[in-house]
């Protein structure tokens, strides 16, 4: 399966700036997804981010607030803007792709912990 | 939303069984089951999945209803290192746009999941 990348692993922001994750994967993929988690609570997903074109967002999510690109097959970045407080979470990047038993699962970053002053 | 409900949460004590229930009465036809663990400060770790036959892999056994509205989670040994949250999946929607890019690719929408404790 596949092997991703995050970074930064965490980082301690002011409200107000914009942060960048970064998500490098070994291998080329087609789709790939970011989700919120939230303090205590379950993953959320954000978008889906599809090489070459706009990602798709789920209801609650606005590209003005969590941009997003995908230069290529292997790499994508979610800015985090204007934050506040309440988007302190862990960020986290997936791609679906082979496992080793042949279907496809999802893989996912270690996540990007952000906490917002 | 999650089609799927889950106990908040279990006990097991360890070098038992630990079956982990989960409801998802609303499946479709072509919808897998899938489960994931989350042990604490990492992402999500896939376990196992299926369709509508009873599974086993080296991590878990994976038992599904014949009329697939449930399906139970056996991890038949737990350690204390199996202690995390368990999420069931049922693979949602196909997105137009996925269709149009690569075909067979849904959305993975986690529900609240199910946090297991081992215990010694």
């Known amino acids: 399966s596949a092997v991703i990348s995050q970074k930064p692993s965490r980082d301690i922001c002011q409200r107000g700036t914009s942060l960048t994750i970064q998500c490098q994967v070994d291998?080329?993929?087609?789709?790939m997804f970011w989700y919120r988690q939230q303090p205590g609570q379950s993953l959320t997903l954000i978008a889906t981010?599809?090489?070459?074109?706009?990602?798709?967002?789920e209801s609650g999510f606005v590209i003005d607030k969590f941009p997003i690109s995908r230069p290529n097959l292997t790499f994508s970045t979610l800015t985090v803007s204007n934050m506040s407080p309440e988007d302190s979470s862990i960020y986290l990047c997936?791609?679906?792709?082979?496992?080793?038993?042949?279907?496809?699962?999802?893989?996912f970053g270690a996540g990007s912990r952000l906490t917002v002053l | 939303d999650a089609k799927t409900t889950q106990p908040t949460s279990m006990d097991c004590a360890e070098g038992r069984a630990a079956n982990l229930p989960c409801n998802h009465s609303?499946?479709?036809?072509?919808?897998?089951v899938y489960w994931y663990r989350q042990i604490h400060s990492q992402g999500p770790q896939y376990i196992i999945h299926?369709?509508?036959n009873n599974e086993t892999n080296e991590m878990a056994s994976l038992i599904i209803t014949e009329d697939r509205k449930s399906s139970t989670l056996i991890l038949p040994h737990a350690t204390l290192r199996d202690t995390a949250v368990y999420y069931c999946?049922?693979?949602?929607?196909?997105?137009?746009?996925?269709?149009?890019?690569?075909?067979?690719?849904?959305?993975?929408?986690f529900g609240t999941g199910t946090r297991l404790k081992v215990l010694a």
């Open positions: 299926g369709l509508k």
């Open positions: 981010a599809n090489q070459g074109s706009e990602a798709t967002y």
């Open positions: 291998s080329q993929v087609t789709m």
């Open positions: 609303t499946i479709s036809g072509n919808e897998y």
């Open positions: 999946i049922v693979r949602g929607e196909k997105h137009l746009l996925l269709v149009m890019v690569s075909s067979g690719t849904y959305k993975y929408i």
């Open positions: 997936s791609v679906e792709g082979q496992g080793v038993s042949g279907a496809n699962v999802l893989t």
